[in-house]
Protein backbone atom coordinates (compact mmCIF):
# COMPACT_ATOMS: atom_id res chain seq x y z
CA UNK A 1 0.00 0.00 0.00
CA UNK A 2 1.96 2.81 -0.73
CA UNK A 3 1.36 6.48 1.38
CA UNK A 4 -0.77 7.64 -1.59
CA UNK A 5 -3.61 5.10 -1.33
CA UNK A 6 -3.67 5.74 2.35
CA UNK A 7 -4.11 9.32 2.26
CA UNK A 8 -8.01 9.54 1.28
CA UNK A 9 -8.67 6.98 3.74
CA UNK A 10 -7.31 9.20 6.60
CA UNK A 11 -9.04 12.29 4.74
CA UNK A 12 -12.39 9.96 5.25
CA UNK A 13 -11.49 9.10 8.79
CA UNK A 14 -10.73 12.62 9.46
CA UNK A 15 -13.87 13.89 7.81
CA UNK A 16 -16.47 11.31 9.47
CA UNK A 17 -15.17 12.16 12.97
CA UNK A 18 -15.45 15.94 12.28
CA UNK A 19 -19.00 15.42 11.39
CA UNK A 20 -19.79 13.36 14.14
CA UNK A 21 -18.35 15.67 16.72
CA UNK A 22 -20.38 18.60 15.11
CA UNK A 23 -23.03 16.38 15.23
CA UNK A 24 -22.79 15.46 19.33
CA UNK A 25 -21.79 19.03 19.68
CA UNK A 26 -25.19 20.20 17.81
CA UNK A 27 -27.00 17.98 20.44
CA UNK A 28 -25.42 19.06 23.01
CA UNK A 29 -26.11 22.87 22.52
CA UNK A 30 -29.80 21.81 21.85
CA UNK A 31 -29.62 20.18 25.40
CA UNK A 32 -28.15 23.11 26.86
CA UNK A 33 -29.13 26.14 25.20
CA UNK A 34 -32.72 27.28 26.45
CA UNK A 35 -36.23 25.86 24.80
CA UNK A 36 -37.68 28.89 22.51
CA UNK A 37 -40.30 30.00 25.26
CA UNK A 38 -43.70 31.14 25.19
CA UNK A 39 -43.21 32.66 28.77
CA UNK A 40 -42.25 36.11 28.07
CA UNK A 41 -44.85 39.16 28.54
CA UNK A 42 -47.38 39.14 26.16
CA UNK A 43 -47.27 43.25 26.34
CA UNK A 44 -44.32 44.60 26.61
CA UNK A 45 -44.60 46.94 29.96
CA UNK A 46 -41.53 48.72 29.26
CA UNK A 47 -43.21 50.62 26.91
CA UNK A 48 -45.87 52.16 28.63
CA UNK A 49 -46.10 54.55 31.55
CA UNK A 50 -48.50 53.28 33.82
CA UNK A 51 -50.38 56.19 36.20
CA UNK A 52 -51.97 55.19 39.16
CA UNK A 53 -55.56 57.35 39.15
CA UNK A 54 -56.58 56.00 42.60
CA UNK A 55 -56.35 58.28 45.70
CA UNK A 56 -55.02 56.22 48.81
CA UNK A 57 -58.10 55.30 51.54
CA UNK A 58 -57.62 57.05 54.86
CA UNK A 59 -59.54 58.83 57.41
CA UNK A 60 -59.82 61.64 56.47
CA UNK A 61 -60.87 60.44 52.38
CA UNK A 62 -64.10 62.30 50.90
CA UNK A 63 -67.80 60.43 50.89
CA UNK A 64 -71.09 60.82 49.82
CA UNK A 65 -72.36 63.16 52.40
CA UNK A 66 -75.53 61.03 52.62
CA UNK A 67 -77.59 59.87 55.71
CA UNK A 68 -75.80 56.79 57.22
CA UNK A 69 -72.37 57.36 54.99
CA UNK A 70 -69.23 57.57 57.06
CA UNK A 71 -65.59 57.57 57.01
CA UNK A 72 -62.53 55.25 56.15
CA UNK A 73 -61.58 53.50 59.67
CA UNK A 74 -59.00 51.13 59.81
CA UNK A 75 -58.41 49.04 63.10
CA UNK A 76 -55.21 47.27 64.40
CA UNK A 77 -56.69 43.35 65.14
CA UNK A 78 -53.65 41.39 65.33
CA UNK A 79 -49.35 43.36 66.12
CA UNK A 80 -46.14 41.74 65.33
CA UNK A 81 -45.54 42.27 69.53
CA UNK A 82 -48.36 40.21 70.31
CA UNK A 83 -49.18 37.92 67.74
CA UNK A 84 -46.26 37.56 66.03
CA UNK A 85 -48.44 39.50 62.84
CA UNK A 86 -49.43 42.65 61.97
CA UNK A 87 -53.13 43.06 60.39
CA UNK A 88 -55.88 45.05 60.40
CA UNK A 89 -59.48 45.36 59.46
CA UNK A 90 -61.42 48.25 57.06
CA UNK A 91 -64.88 49.46 57.03
CA UNK A 92 -66.01 51.90 54.23
CA UNK A 93 -69.07 53.01 52.45
CA UNK A 94 -68.86 51.31 49.23
CA UNK A 95 -68.84 55.39 47.38
CA UNK A 96 -66.14 56.47 49.63
CA UNK A 97 -62.80 57.46 47.47
CA UNK A 98 -61.80 56.17 44.17
CA UNK A 99 -64.93 54.29 43.18
CA UNK A 100 -67.00 52.57 40.89
CA UNK A 101 -70.79 52.64 41.04
CA UNK A 102 -72.20 49.26 39.84
CA UNK A 103 -75.20 49.56 37.48
CA UNK A 104 -77.56 48.38 40.01
CA UNK A 105 -76.81 51.95 42.49
CA UNK A 106 -79.60 53.75 40.46
CA UNK A 107 -81.82 50.97 38.34
CA UNK A 108 -83.32 47.97 39.28
CA UNK A 109 -82.21 44.73 37.46
CA UNK A 110 -79.22 45.99 36.20
CA UNK A 111 -76.00 43.79 37.54
CA UNK A 112 -74.30 44.36 40.88
CA UNK A 113 -70.71 44.74 41.69
CA UNK A 114 -69.30 41.11 40.76
CA UNK A 115 -71.59 40.66 37.70
CA UNK A 116 -70.18 43.51 35.73
CA UNK A 117 -68.84 42.08 32.61
CA UNK A 118 -64.93 41.94 32.98
CA UNK A 119 -64.69 43.27 29.40
CA UNK A 120 -66.09 46.60 30.34
CA UNK A 121 -63.16 47.20 32.65
CA UNK A 122 -60.51 47.16 30.28
CA UNK A 123 -61.10 49.77 27.55
CA UNK A 124 -59.74 52.96 25.36
CA UNK A 125 -59.08 56.43 27.73
CA UNK A 126 -60.75 59.68 26.86
CA UNK A 127 -60.17 63.07 28.99
CA UNK A 128 -61.96 65.90 28.35
CA UNK A 129 -60.73 68.68 30.06
CA UNK A 130 -63.15 71.19 31.67
CA UNK A 131 -61.15 72.41 34.45
CA UNK A 132 -60.85 76.36 32.67
CA UNK A 133 -65.04 76.42 32.86
CA UNK A 134 -64.77 74.81 36.19
CA UNK A 135 -62.50 77.43 37.61
CA UNK A 136 -64.88 80.11 36.92
CA UNK A 137 -68.21 78.06 37.91
CA UNK A 138 -68.56 75.51 40.42
CA UNK A 139 -71.81 74.08 38.64
CA UNK A 140 -70.63 74.36 35.25
CA UNK A 141 -72.01 71.30 33.40
CA UNK A 142 -69.97 69.21 30.25
CA UNK A 143 -72.45 70.18 27.14
CA UNK A 144 -72.93 68.26 24.43
CA UNK A 145 -71.03 71.16 22.43
CA UNK A 146 -68.10 70.55 24.91
CA UNK A 147 -67.78 66.62 23.33
CA UNK A 148 -68.16 68.34 20.01
CA UNK A 149 -65.05 70.62 20.37
CA UNK A 150 -63.39 67.65 21.69
CA UNK A 151 -64.26 65.62 18.57
CA UNK A 152 -63.31 68.39 16.88
CA UNK A 153 -59.77 68.39 17.95
CA UNK A 154 -59.19 64.65 18.52
CA UNK A 155 -60.78 62.70 16.61
CA UNK A 156 -64.12 61.02 17.55
CA UNK A 157 -64.29 59.52 20.93
CA UNK A 158 -63.45 55.50 20.15
CA UNK A 159 -66.07 53.39 20.19
CA UNK A 160 -66.19 51.27 23.71
CA UNK A 161 -64.06 54.17 25.41
CA UNK A 162 -64.07 54.94 29.59
CA UNK A 163 -64.59 58.76 29.38
CA UNK A 164 -63.14 60.88 32.35
CA UNK A 165 -64.40 64.34 32.95
CA UNK A 166 -60.91 66.31 34.14
CA UNK A 167 -62.72 69.55 36.26
CA UNK A 168 -59.29 70.13 37.88
CA UNK A 169 -61.59 69.04 41.36
CA UNK A 170 -58.39 67.06 41.90
CA UNK A 171 -56.65 70.27 43.59
CA UNK A 172 -58.92 70.03 46.98
CA UNK A 173 -58.90 66.64 47.43
CA UNK A 174 -57.51 67.09 50.79
CA UNK A 175 -59.63 69.21 52.14
CA UNK A 176 -63.29 67.59 52.65
CA UNK A 177 -65.07 70.54 53.07
CA UNK A 178 -63.42 72.57 50.24
CA UNK A 179 -63.74 69.21 47.72
CA UNK A 180 -67.68 68.98 48.96
CA UNK A 181 -68.52 72.95 48.65
CA UNK A 182 -71.68 72.35 50.12
CA UNK A 183 -73.90 75.50 50.78
CA UNK A 184 -75.71 77.13 53.56
CA UNK A 185 -78.79 75.24 52.31
CA UNK A 186 -76.68 72.14 51.91
CA UNK A 187 -76.35 72.01 48.47
CA UNK A 188 -73.22 70.81 47.29
CA UNK A 189 -71.65 72.66 44.26
CA UNK A 190 -69.51 71.02 41.69
CA UNK A 191 -69.10 70.52 38.02
CA UNK A 192 -70.05 67.35 35.93
CA UNK A 193 -71.34 66.10 33.43
CA UNK A 194 -74.89 67.04 31.79
CA UNK A 195 -77.19 64.61 30.67
CA UNK A 196 -77.18 65.47 27.28
CA UNK A 197 -73.63 64.75 26.98
CA UNK A 198 -73.88 61.62 29.27
CA UNK A 199 -76.85 60.29 27.09
CA UNK A 200 -74.33 60.71 23.93
CA UNK A 201 -71.81 59.27 24.93
CA UNK A 202 -73.27 56.39 26.15
CA UNK A 203 -76.08 56.03 23.15
CA UNK A 204 -73.76 57.41 20.67
CA UNK A 205 -70.40 56.48 21.57
CA UNK A 206 -70.81 53.18 23.24
CA UNK A 207 -68.73 54.60 26.55
CA UNK A 208 -68.49 51.63 28.62
CA UNK A 209 -68.53 53.99 31.60
CA UNK A 210 -67.93 57.79 32.75
CA UNK A 211 -65.64 58.92 35.41
CA UNK A 212 -64.94 61.96 37.34
CA UNK A 213 -62.08 64.12 39.63
CA UNK A 214 -65.35 64.71 42.18
CA UNK A 215 -67.51 63.19 44.19
CA UNK A 216 -70.73 62.41 41.71
CA UNK A 217 -70.98 61.85 37.40
CA UNK A 218 -74.44 64.07 38.61
CA UNK A 219 -73.22 67.60 39.74
CA UNK A 220 -73.75 68.51 43.04
CA UNK A 221 -76.77 70.92 42.28
CA UNK A 222 -78.53 67.47 40.98
CA UNK A 223 -81.80 66.56 42.61
CA UNK A 224 -82.71 63.90 40.02
CA UNK A 225 -79.46 62.31 39.25
CA UNK A 226 -80.57 62.32 35.88
CA UNK A 227 -76.87 61.03 34.47
CA UNK A 228 -76.66 57.79 37.44
CA UNK A 229 -79.68 56.85 36.18
CA UNK A 230 -78.65 57.06 32.06
CA UNK A 231 -75.55 55.16 32.85
CA UNK A 232 -77.27 52.69 34.92
CA UNK A 233 -80.13 52.20 32.91
CA UNK A 234 -77.47 51.14 29.79
CA UNK A 235 -76.19 48.99 32.13
CA UNK A 236 -72.98 50.87 32.40
CA UNK A 237 -70.75 52.04 35.23
CA UNK A 238 -69.83 55.33 36.76
CA UNK A 239 -66.12 56.05 38.39
CA UNK A 240 -65.63 58.97 41.09
CA UNK A 241 -63.35 60.56 42.54
CA UNK A 242 -60.79 60.02 39.94
CA UNK A 243 -57.33 61.19 40.27
CA UNK A 244 -54.28 62.76 38.44
CA UNK A 245 -56.64 63.15 35.41
CA UNK A 246 -54.25 65.95 34.72
CA UNK A 247 -51.39 63.92 34.32
CA UNK A 248 -53.00 62.32 31.39
CA UNK A 249 -53.04 63.27 27.37
CA UNK A 250 -56.64 62.97 25.88
CA UNK A 251 -56.83 60.23 24.30
CA UNK A 252 -54.43 57.55 22.47
CA UNK A 253 -54.02 55.47 25.80
CA UNK A 254 -56.11 52.78 27.75
CA UNK A 255 -57.68 52.25 31.13
CA UNK A 256 -57.68 49.25 33.01
CA UNK A 257 -60.39 49.90 35.97
CA UNK A 258 -60.07 47.21 38.85
CA UNK A 259 -63.16 47.13 41.42
CA UNK A 260 -63.56 44.80 44.73
CA UNK A 261 -65.46 42.24 43.81
CA UNK A 262 -68.59 42.64 46.22
CA UNK A 263 -71.34 40.00 45.92
CA UNK A 264 -74.93 41.88 45.78
CA UNK A 265 -72.46 45.47 46.22
CA UNK A 266 -73.79 48.58 44.32
CA UNK A 267 -69.93 49.77 43.84
CA UNK A 268 -66.79 49.53 45.91
CA UNK A 269 -63.13 50.67 46.21
CA UNK A 270 -61.82 50.54 42.65
CA UNK A 271 -57.65 50.91 41.63
CA UNK A 272 -57.78 52.53 38.59
CA UNK A 273 -54.84 52.23 35.74
CA UNK A 274 -53.67 54.03 32.59
CA UNK A 275 -51.69 52.54 29.99
CA UNK A 276 -50.04 55.39 28.25
CA UNK A 277 -47.63 54.54 25.61
CA UNK A 278 -43.99 56.41 26.38
CA UNK A 279 -43.44 58.89 23.48
CA UNK A 280 -41.03 57.73 20.93
CA UNK A 281 -37.84 59.26 20.40
CA UNK A 282 -37.52 61.63 18.13
CA UNK A 283 -36.48 60.76 14.77
CA UNK A 284 -32.93 61.03 13.73
ZN1 LIG B 1 -70.76 56.37 43.96
Known amino acids: MSTQNQTPLVVMVGLFLAVTAFLIGQRLDDVMAPAESD ?5 DWSQYDLVDLTYAFNSQTPY ?5 YKPF ?3 TIATLEDNG ?5 ISLPEHLGTHLDAPNHFESGQPSAEKIPVETFFGPGVVIDLSLKAEVDPDVLLSREDVDAWEKEHGRVPDGAIVLLH ?3 GRFWTNYERYKNQDAMGTLHFPSFSAEAARFLIDERNCKGLGIDTLSIDPGTSKDFAVHH ?9 LENVAQLDK ?3 SGFDIIVAPMKIENGTGGPTRIFAVVPKK ?3 AQ
Not at 39 to 43: E, F, L, R, S
Open 39 to 43: AGPVI
Open 167 to 169: TGW
Open 73 to 75: ELT
Open 85 to 89: VLSKA
Open 248 to 250: LPA
Open 64 to 68: WPGEN
Open 280 to 282: LPP
Open 230 to 238: LVNKAGRYG
